[in-house]
């Protein structure tokens, strides 16, 4: 697609997920993104002092799809097939995090990513995940069911 990546005007605050968590668009470079964030308080897990893991695989979901947006030559709605998600690490309240989106291809109408969540300025890795996503969905109701 032409001009500026989608992931650039999905991480800003005209989105609501991403400026709830204030998301900042880092960079795209050889078919890798990056976004920066401290991992949110209000997805504390009950001791309160880390984030939920399903705070990792959200993140992971929404940055993945923006990079298999990215890779798109045409604009087409996307949705999640499968996700894999493997926590490592649990990230505490308040820390800056990095997730990055690796594009690896396309292959008849499914695109193929793979993330990791970093924690600090280090390369302390939180969580890994591969994905799937179906490219050119449709938002057309299933029907009734009855």
């Not at 979901?61 to 030559?73: I, P």
């Not at 996700?83 to 490592?88: A, P, Q, V």
């Not at 193929?112 to 994905?131: F, H, K, M, N, P």
């Amino acid at each position: 697609m032409a001009g500026l990546h989608p992931a650039q005007e999905l991480f800003t605050d005209k989105h609501p997920l991403t400026a709830e968590f204030n998301m900042k668009f880092h960079a795209v470079k050889e078919h890798v993104l990056e976004v920066t964030l401290n991992a949110p308080k209000s997805f504390a897990d009950g001791d309160g002092v880390n984030v939920h893991p399903g705070f990792h695989t959200l993140i992971l979901d929404t940055v993945m799809g923006a990079s298999a947006l990215g890779e798109l030559k045409q604009a087409k709605p996307i949705a999640t097939i499968k996700l894999t998600s493997n926590h490592i690490r649990r990230i505490p309240v308040g820390e800056p995090i990095k997730c990055r989106a690796i594009w690896d291809g396309e292959e008849n109408s499914i695109a193929y990513v793979r993330g990791e969540i970093l924690v600090g300025d280090t390369t302390y890795t939180a969580s890994t995940a591969i994905g799937t996503f179906m490219i050119g969905t449709t938002s057309k109701p299933l029907g009734s069911k009855g």
